[in-house]
């Protein structure tokens, strides 16, 4: 019983000497962690980031809304110059396969009720027949839709957000107050960042009668999206070019494979960084406690327990790195999503974290093998000789 304690306590104080010792020369050990940390931070936010994207791009996608979009060959989405006569709109739902067509008039609109600083740019305003909104994904409208007699409309919840907008506020549309009568919400940060009236209105007010910028068509549950997406083109292949919901789908995985890309070789080069910095510092440590190591091994101390004691060290150091980079890039993540405006859902992923620790694992175990072995295989004679 009294050797076990002993052994206990003797094992005790070897973890509080292999937590303690990392932190003797605080500003080497100070600026190896925020190297380090630095880079783990970079790979939390890009994980959060890309997971948060990916989870907007399948709600954008989701099931209800349209599946293919046509619009003009060579055109521009909201300009004139792309536009197209509506009468596309009755003939794209005579395609076999089609269940259903609506037309979509888009410009850009500056409020100049407005006093924020995205205002100067405009937002995207959409016309669109009130009966055909589910075709975009407007299903959940805080308040009620436009009546398409009146100047009204209806506003995303993300773009309500970052312009305070409410119910019964006013927006300058050409000249035009319309009353917001709606406040929708898609989850898609595409879609709620946009505003949509009446379809004849914006036509009138935009002198673009009977012209929409591009046709959003729902195909039948029984078809198949490239058969009827081919129709389409080789019906008028002079005229329309379509994208289809999986054409939107690969373009954003591309997109995001990018990021994943970008996020591989940063973690590369935080391993290859922080294990350069992690092999100086604990170099240093091993060179000033040269004596030490050897007293300790004078003592019974095996190479074993001094190489486990610096790789404790090492990892110590990347552990902390890593808690303190992955609050560091949730930090910023959270700031990102706050002031740029969108009201994209961030994302918890526990693989993103678990992905950012063990590349601070595998930076501690890299960066202190060497001395960790150096140490190690110090003569206890030379090493009390050294002054």
Excluded: C, H
């Amino acid at each position: 019983m009294i050797n076990r304690r002993i052994k206990e306590a003797g094992l005790l104080n070897y973890f509080k000497l292999i937590l303690k010792n990392p932190f003797r020369n605080k500003t080497r050990s100070l600026l190896a962690i925020i190297g380090i940390a630095i880079g783990i931070a970079t790979i939390v936010a890009l994980g959060l980031i890309t997971a948060s994207l990916e989870d907007s791009t399948e709600t954008t996608l989701k099931d209800g809304s349209a599946e293919i979009t046509a619009t003009k060959i060579g055109s521009s989405m909201g300009t004139s110059s792309g536009n197209l006569n509506e009468s596309y709109v009755e003939k794209l739902s005579q395609i076999d396969g089609v269940e259903k067509t609506t037309g979509l008039l888009e410009t850009n609109v500056i409020d100049t009720n407005s006093t924020s600083e995205s205002s100067r740019y405009g937002f995207s305003l959409y016309g669109a027949n009130a009966s055909d909104l589910d075709i975009v994904g407007i299903n959940k409208i805080n308040g009620s839709v436009y009546n398409e007699e009146n100047d009204e409309l209806i506003v995303g919840k993300s773009l309500a957000d970052e312009e305070n907008y409410t119910i019964g506020d006013t927006i300058d549309v050409y000249g035009n107050e319309y009353k917001i009568t709606g406040i929708y919400e898609t989850g898609s940060l595409f879609y709620d960042s946009a505003m949509y009236t009446s379809l004849n209105r914006l036509q009138n007010i935009t002198d673009n009668e009977d012209e929409i910028s591009s046709i959003a068509v729902k195909i039948k549950k029984d078809a198949n999206l490239t058969t009827v997406n081919d129709k389409i083109k080789n019906e008028y292949n002079d005229t329309l070019n379509t994208i289809t919901t999986e054409e939107m789908a690969q373009t954003i995985d591309d997109t995001l494979g990018m990021i994943n890309s970008a996020t591989t070789a940063i973690e590369a080069l935080a391993i290859i960084i922080g294990g350069l910095g992690v092999i100086n510092t604990m170099m240093m440590t091993v060179f000033e406690r040269t004596r030490e190591i050897g007293v300790l091994k004078s003592v019974g101390w095996s190479k074993k327990r001094i190489l486990s004691m610096i790789m404790g060290e090492s990892i110590v150091l990347t552990i902390i790195s890593g808690i303190i980079g992955s609050v560091l890039g949730l930090i910023a993540v959270i700031i990102l999503f706050k002031y740029t405006g969108d009201d994209m859902t961030l994302v918890f992923n526990i693989n993103i974290f678990i992905k950012a620790f063990m590349v601070a694992l595998s930076v501690g175990i890299i960066g202190g093998l060497y001395p960790a072995i150096k140490a190690s295989k110090l003569s206890p004679t030379e090493a009390l000789r050294y002054e």
